[in-house]
Each structure stands twice: as structure tokens, then as C-alpha cells.
């Protein structure tokens, strides 16, 4: 039994060598309003993902922009002597989830109060790679 766990844990990490993730927490948009943006570049190339984000109007994609350029930095960090261009880089997942809300009033007609949620979100993109070398 113990062969067989460590073989698997090593077949686990062996996979977990060609990815690389970034975690965004408490970012103050909406989660609707950052998944129309993390649709747009979700199983993209890294290259194509860049240019969508940079070309994108939504405020939501400046973030996302910046979220995308730190993952590809974690994975340069884990794979030193790799190149991107070698590896074909993609964005394997991206995942946008609901975050902590603030919580206002908001005055209303005749002294009555509305709340007001001020939504948050997080989002976990991963990264993968391609390493089909062709010959």
C-alpha cells in the first residue's frame, strides 16, 4: 500500500510541475461583471489571452490582465530553464467566485432605508502547458 501512495503522490506532483496558478482575493468587482471577462480568455493561448485582456474595455480586465502576467511569472519561477514560447502556455481554468460583501444604507422616500451590497469577488486562474514537441 505505501508503493502504490507514493507513486501516485509523485505522479500528482510530476503534474502539478506544468502548472502554475495566481489567486486574486477581495477584488472589488462584481463576480458577474469578472466572469464576462474571464469567459472571454478561458482555454486560450497565453499570447491571444494577453492581447484579449489588453484590448477589452471592462475595468474587470485590467485585473484580470495583471492576474494573468503574475501567473506566468509563477510558473517562469517554477520552470527556470523553460521558455513560454517552448511550452505553449494556456489558460487551463478560471474561477470566479463570490467574495465578501460591504453592506450600506441607502436613503429612500419617506425615511425608509435600502441596502445597498457592494460585491467582491475572487478569482483563481491556472495555467497549463503543452509540451507536444513535434519533430
Known amino acids: 500500500m505505501g508503493v502504490r501512495k507514493r507513486e501516485r503522490a509523485e505522479q500528482i506532483k510530476a503534474a502539478k510541475k506544468e502548472l502554475a496558478f495566481a489567486k486574486l482575493n477581495n477584488c472589488p468587482t462584481s463576480p458577474r461583471k469578472m466572469r464576462l471577462v474571464a469567459d472571454l480568455v478561458r482555454g486560450q493561448k497565453v499570447e491571444k489571452a494577453l492581447a484579449i485582456l489588453k484590448f477589452s474595455q471592462k475595468e474587470a480586465s485590467r485585473r484580470l490582465e495583471k492576474l494573468l502576467l503574475s ?45 445597498i451590497r457592494k460585491r467582491s469577488n475572487h478569482v483563481t486562474l491556472v495555467l497549463g502547458a503543452n509540451n507536444n514537441t513535434q519533430s
Do not use: C, T
Not at 505553449?88 to 429612500?108: C, H, N, T, W, Y
Open 71 to 115: 501567473a506566468i511569472a509563477n510558473w517562469q519561477a517554477k520552470n527556470e530553464d523553460a521558455s513560454i514560447e517552448d511550452a505553449d502556455l494556456f489558460v487551463k481554468e478560471i474561477r470566479v467566485d463570490g467574495g465578501s460583501m460591504l453592506k450600506r444604507l441607502r436613503p429612500a422616500p419617506q425615511g425608509r432605508a435600502h441596502r
